[in-house]
């Protein structure tokens, strides 16, 4: 089985599954947002990562609910840490920084904060509320995070229910020439 096999059983294994308190499930979460990601003409890369950026809530084995019981599933770091035997930081890097995006919006834009879902407000007090002066010029010195942010903003957006966009094979040419096998 290739890598890009392994992306598609793991979403047609879990794809189904609630995206964390969203109106949409995995699988229609990251085509929503690798199609956001298209649209803008984004890199392939790129459009991977908005994909793929929420690949760790496929791969671990923590519930669903997760969240409701205090818990940080840390799924970017553990997407990145699974995607790092595939491809490089222009992939690995906006899925690892999606999180600390959020916490960095939330410390520069007042309204950014003011209209995050009810879920993703959950989530940011469990991921560290948002940064301090010296976390966000720390974030500020990754060459990816402005990648991270535009991530950010399209994961934000993907949460349309019933939003007709491209099937995951549609990715496919993108996933074979991005992910490479170790």
């Not at 995607?83 to 930081?89: E, K």
């Not at 301090?132 to 957006?157: G, H, I, M, Q, S």
């Amino acid at each position: 089985m290739t890598v890009v096999d392994e992306v598609c059983e793991l979403f047609a294994r879990r794809g189904h599954e609630a995206y964390v308190g969203e109106p949409v499930s995995q699988l229609e979460h990251g085509l929503q947002a690798a199609h956001l990601a298209e649209q803008e003409g984004a890199s392939d890369a790129l459009v991977v990562a908005a994909l793929l950026h929420d690949i760790g809530h496929l791969l671990h084995k923590l519930p669903e609910d997760a969240a409701d019981h205090g818990i940080d599933t840390r799924h970017e770091a553990i997407g990145r840490a699974w995607l790092a035997r595939y491809c490089g930081p222009e992939v690995t890097e906006p899925i690892r920084l999606h999180v600390p995006a959020k916490r960095y919006l939330c410390a520069t834009d007042p309204q950014y904060l003011a209209g995050l879902s009810p879920a993703s407000t959950q989530s940011l007090r469990l991921q560290g509320g948002p940064f301090t002066a010296e976390e966000k010029a720390e974030f500020e010195r990754n060459p990816y995070y402005r990648d991270a942010v535009t991530l950010r903003r399209w994961d934000d957006l993907a949460k349309i229910p019933n939003l007709s966009v491209p099937e995951l094979e549609h990715y496919r040419p993108r996933l074979e020439q991005v992910l490479h096998e170790a």
